[in-house]
């Protein structure tokens, strides 16, 4: 479906630039974007770079371990199904931590080896336990204290403070994470109603 939905854009966005601006424009703005992002891509490599061995040494010194048991007990009456001993609570709140700094490129695996410790708990279900949809939508919903590539995005493309985003993204997550816990609590006792 995704396909679709993106050829769809691709070919309108092609069409109204060839009616608009001529067809030459077409292949002279698709070689200038190419440029754009292979520039974009390499400049970014270093922040990446830094912040992903910041993460990496955060992680040595016990700096997310530490954040991650600090948010536990925070978390844990989002997953009620969960017992204190599961091997997925510690994931889930690792994370959950990496997200919390900017961390999207550790928080990538941490996630994927939580949702698979949860599908391996996962015993008396077919298909996703609720616990699974509760860190699905708190992931995709993303509190984040410290937006680092968003930051090296802006830095990169010259803005004066590059961190002025940080409050406003403090409050737009925090709205959307509010959100996500709110209807997926709404979600969870609707469901047990209709059961």
Do not use: Y
């Not at 989002?78 to 889930?92: A, H, R, Y």
């Amino acid at each position: 479906m995704m396909g679709i939905v993106w050829v769809a854009m691709l070919a309108t966005g092609t069409i109204w630039a060839a009616v608009v601006r001529g067809p030459a424009s077409v292949a002279a703005m698709a070689i200038s974007s190419a440029k754009e992002a292979v520039q974009l891509c390499l400049a970014l490599a270093g922040s990446i770079g830094l912040w992903s061995g910041m993460a990496r040494i955060a992680q040595q010194a016990g700096l997310t371990a530490a954040l991650a048991s600090g948010i536990r007990p925070l978390i844990g009456p989002l997953f009620p199904g969960l017992g204190p001993k599961s091997k997925s609570m510690p994931l889930i709140a690792s994370s959950m931590a990496a997200n919390l700094l900017g961390l999207g490129m550790a928080a990538t695996p941490l996630g994927l080896a939580a949702m698979q410790q949860l599908a391996a708990e996962n015993h008396t279900h077919a298909g996703p336990t609720d616990a699974m949809c509760t860190f699905a939508i708190i992931t995709a919903s993303s509190l984040t204290l410290v937006p680092t590539t968003i930051i090296s995005l802006r830095a990169e493309m010259g803005s004066a403070d590059p961190a002025a985003v940080v409050g406003a993204t403090v409050f737009a997550t925090s709205c959307s994470t509010a959100a996500a816990v709110i209807l997926d609590l709404a979600l969870r006792k609707r469901g047990r109603k209709d059961q």
